[in-house]
């Protein structure tokens, strides 16, 4: 089975750093990684990113400079490291497989379940 297990949130003072961990199990196939937030109260899910065991990458205009998508290609995982935290980056985490290079949440068809992190002010 395909799963994804994203972990690393927490609490985090205003200007602090993260990294989020998605770690990825059972894929036979070529795919990429998408990070995406869901702040609280809100149904849409946010863009942030999108990585590849190549190491493309691409990032939305409102984490650009801030979040840094890796991976560890040995490990099945990937990550992503928020630096310069701010309390409107306060969200449910999430990363997302996709067969294809895509910013559109519906092309995901792997979802792990989601980290919370809180960033204070």
């Known amino acids: 089975d395909v799963q994804l297990q994203a972990s690393g949130g927490g609490l985090v003072q205003a200007g602090g750093s993260l990294r989020l961990s998605c770690a990825a199990s059972g894929f036979t196939r070529r795919h990429a990684i998408g990070w995406f937030r869901q702040a609280p109260g809100k149904e849409h899910k946010e863009f942030l990113g999108?990585?590849?065991?190549?190491?493309?990458?691409y990032y939305s205009d409102s984490v650009k400079g801030r979040f840094t998508i890796s991976s560890d290609n040995a490990k099945n995982t990937a990550y992503l490291q928020m630096n310069r935290l701010k309390p409107e980056d306060t969200a449910v985490y999430y990363c997302?497989?996709?067969?294809?290079?895509?910013?559109?949440?519906?092309?995901?068809?792997?979802w792990g379940q989601g980290t919370l992190v809180t960033v204070s002010s």
């Open positions: 997302a497989a996709s067969w294809l290079w895509t910013v559109d949440a519906g092309n995901y068809d792997y």
């Open positions: 999108i990585g590849n065991s190549d190491g493309d990458t």
